[in-house]
């Protein structure tokens, strides 16, 4: 059976034991506004694979860079709003795309994100 993305389906035990943390690591990136996890009606917490990603990149950033938690929320915003630029961006381009050939778009323009962290390892 396969999942959408971005549709929650992990149980916050099986996240922490995939990723090797304890679940009050992941409540504490919750209660810091660093991940927003779905709940059901009973208020269970569930994760998309989004989620699992984020997590992961936060991992990354804290265990092998060594920020804090309020660095990564800056790096996590910055993230985000480079995102959103670049979203309007290609926007932009494209309404003068249309606007030079006369409201006709013959050119399709596919960005990818510009945006990637790099993790280098000491020798």
Known sequence: M??????????ISV???VLSIHPQTLRQYEREGLIE??????????YSQRDIDRIKLI???????????AGVDVI??????????????????????KKEN????????????SFDLIFYEKK
């Open 102 to 113: 006369g409201g006709k778009s013959k050119a399709v323009i596919k960005h990818q994100s």
């Open 2 to 11: 396969e999942h959408n993305y971005d549709e929650p389906v992990y149980l």
């Open 37 to 46: 996890p779905s709940r059901t009606d009973g208020k269970i917490r569930l």
């Open 76 to 97: 996590l915003k910055l993230k985000n709003q480079i995102q959103e630029f670049e979203n309007l961006i290609n926007e932009l381009r494209l309404e003068l795309s």
């Open 15 to 17: 996240v922490a034991k």
């Open 59 to 69: 991992l990354r950033l804290t265990r092998d860079m060594g920020i804090n938690l």
